[in-house]
């Protein structure tokens, strides 16, 4: 037999064969890019892998994603790519192989080559206790497949922190793209360039004037939380019943939430909360005049129609779309079917995958276009094309990007042999002038290219992750707590997950390995009141997180209130917020919305935060090093004096 790595070898040489087969590689993800990845991998010689998922396989997988059969439904996604892709590996040659049960040889060869590993761990990347900077460092390259930008930033962080080479790649649609990123190579990060996020509806539209489908589906997004969700006040159509006055159909909601709560379920409570949302609470609008300036004008569900609805069975198909007397059936049936199912297993929240779920949205958000005269309606299909940002997943994109991630590990392994050749230290490894950023598009340039490559981009001089620069933060610091701060901004926007916090050399909070106690008193404290002088109008705060060798500095501005046309989103580009005056919220036909998450309500403005130009701020920012690259569990700097209160 020959071998049949033969023709690599010859491509890229006996040295560098030797380097690909005897390389550790941690690949993130092992999905629709991921599974191509695995596949490659193997077929070019890779023995040392190591896969990072958190996901199980689902049959929808099983079109594109090719190491998963049906007899693997159910199985972690990382355990079976493993096993299968670490069969795909070309045996060495039958001499070898022969040799090797000679000898007895348990690695399966007898050159000085690794024995073939691909392990997986079935986990979430994000997890700090396993996937930290050491674990990371034992690496040659770490490879990307992964689906969403917060898995992505933290693995960008981790290999920054460690100074290893990551390969990140994505695909949307017919779209993809693959760029390296090395922090000793001085190229742009993941976070240097602002990452699009959900969309965010203004609240108003949502709540009052919707004019497009996915207003609708939102509003049923958050109609199923409202009934469903163990903490109602979690749903952006809650009102608290002590309020001036509350929307009609809260009282309703409250019955039929205890109903649920205690299994004593009667169709009179769901009909009379129908009623209230899609009849009389809009009856009550019309009557104070809350739509004289909308372009349609809404009108009640049909009383007798939903009498009808109610009567009927739920519908069944799933492409066509249901009339509305359907759709008054599939609601009622998801609402008793919902208080037959155990707490345990009822989704507190929409999941487009939930069977329940996705047909009390389509149907919930199909009455409402109804009554608002928003065309077309939605077949449960589309609806669930809508609700779950569904972008189709093409596997030949899929296929091209993993490719062309190999072929930029090669060209990062052959600099890391040149190096070893050469005696030299690792840290020495550049790659702005070997590496890409390569870009797979859908239709071909004039010069009939499908693939466009260009250099690795440098960093953006703004970034807080590789350029430590100072992040401008405008909110209201009277209103703000410890605690809100810490969730809202430091965890989610800013990507923290061990955060600790200092002011003037002091510690105000601190998380992680061996985190005092002690702080927890400062949680519920408003900024302004925390100790070392609070964070103030003008405070530059320092922020760390050890479990990802970060150290920022934010420069505080107190803002009351912000008024603009939208509320501002993360991860944010530097001030680019109007500030207007603010008006009382008036409903439109036409809110320009633009895509398909919440905004936080209008009453919640002095929550949101912005952040804004560099110059609007004085900072004492000065020069910012990263600490020491210590392993990631360094404890925090000691001369520091520790503030409780
Ligand atoms: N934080 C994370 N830790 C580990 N694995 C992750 C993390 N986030 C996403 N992944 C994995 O990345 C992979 C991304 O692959 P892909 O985009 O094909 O997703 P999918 O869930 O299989 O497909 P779809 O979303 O279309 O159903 C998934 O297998 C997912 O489990
Ligand atoms: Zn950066």
Not at 222 to 231: D, G, V
Not at 329 to 344: E, F, H, R, Y
Request: with cysteine.
């Amino acid at each position: 037999m020959t071998n049949p790595l033969a023709g690599l070898e010859k491509t890229v040489g006996k040295d560098m064969l030797h380097k690909i087969q005897t390389s550790n590689i941690l690949c993130v993800g092992a999905g629709g890019i991921g599974c191509e990845l695995l596949k490659d991998l193997a077929l070019s010689g890779f023995r040392r892998v190591q896969v990072i998922d958190l996901d199980t396989i689902d049959v929808s997988n099983l079109n594109r994603q090719l190491l998963f059969r049906s007899k693997h439904v159910g199985m972690a996604k990382c355990i079976v790519a493993c096993q299968v892709a670490a069969e795909m590996v070309p045996p060495l040659s039958v001499n070898e192989e022969e040799n090797d049960s000679a000898n007895g040889s348990s690695n399966g060869n007898s050159s000085n080559l690794p024995k073939v590993t691909y392990q997986a761990h079935h986990g979430n990347v994000c997890d700090t206790s396993k996937f930290n900077v050491p674990f990371v460092k034992q690496f040659d390259l770490v490879l990307n497949a992964l689906d969403n930008v917060e898995a992505r930033r933290r693995v960008n962080r981790l290999c920054l922190a460690a100074n290893i080479p990551l390969i990140e790649a994505g695909t949307t649609g017919y779209l993809g793209q693959v760029t390296v990123i090395h922090k000793g190579s001085g190229v742009a990060c993941y976070e240097c360039k602002t990452q699009e996020t959900q969309k965010v509806y203004p609240i108003c539209t949502i709540r009052s004037t919707p004019s497009m489908p996915v207003h609708t589906i939102v509003w049923a997004k958050e109609l199923y939380k409202l009934l469903f969700h163990s903490k109602v006040e979690e749903s952006m159509l809650f009102e608290d019943p002590a309020s001036d006055e509350p929307s009609t159909y809260m009282e309703g909601v409250f019955q039929l939430r205890e109903q649920l709560a205690n299994s004593t379920f009667d169709t009179k409570t769901s009909k009379q909360v129908l009623q209230d949302l899609y009849a009389t609470e809009i009856q009550k609008q019309l009557d104070m005049d809350r739509y004289k300036a909308a372009k349609k004008t809404p009108t009640c569900l049909d009383l007798t129609m939903l009498e009808n609805g109610m009567q009927r069975s739920a519908p069944t198909t799933t492409t066509e779309i249901w009339s509305l007397e359907d759709s008054v059936a599939a609601l009622a049936a998801c609402i008793q079917q919902a208080s037959q199912t155990p707490k345990n297993e009822l989704l507190q929240e929409f999941d487009k995958d939930d069977d329940l779920a996705m047909r009390f949205v389509t149907a919930a958000s199909n009455l409402r276009s109804s009554v608002f005269g928003i065309e077309p309606l939605q077949s449960l299909y589309s609806a669930k094309g809508i609700a779950g940002n569904i972008i189709p997943a093409i596997a030949t994109t899929n296929a091209i990007c993993a490719g062309l991630q190999i072929l930029q590990a090669f060209k990062i392994l052959k600099q890391q042999l040149l190096l070893e050749q050469q005696q030299k230290d690792r840290a020495e490894l550049q790659l702005g002038k070997t590496c890409l950023y390569v870009n797979c598009i859908r239709n071909r340039t004039r010069n009939g290219l499908y693939l466009t490559a260009s250099a690795l981009e440098d960093p953006n001089p703004n970034c807080f992750v590789c350029k430590n620069a100072v992040i401008p933060l405008a909110l209201n610091v009277e209103e703000w707590t410890l605690q809100d701060f810490l969730e809202r901004i430091v965890k989610k926007r800013l990507g923290f997950e061990e955060p600790t916090l200092m002011l003037q050399g002091d510690f105000i909070w601190e998380e992680g390995d061996g985190a005092e106690d002690d702080y927890q008193v400062n949680l519920p404290k408003k900024l302004t009141a925390l100790p070392c002088g609070g964070i103030q109008h003008g405070t530059v705060l320092e922020i760390d997180d050890n479990s990802q060798n970060l150290s920022i500095q934010v420069s505080v501005t107190h803002q009351d209130v912000w008024e603009g046309d939208e509320v501002p989103d993360f991860p944010f580009s530097v001030g680019n917020m109007p500030v207007k005056k603010k008006e009382e919220e008036k409903p439109t036909s036409s809110e320009s919305a633009s895509a398909a998450a919440v905004a936080k309500p209008t009453d919640d403005d002095d929550d949101v935060v912005e952040i804004i130009d560099d110059d609007e701020v004085t900072t004492s920012g000065g020069d910012r090093k990263r600490p020491a690259e210590d392993g990631g569990k360094s404890p925090p700097r000691s001369k520091r004096r520790r503030v409780k209160k």
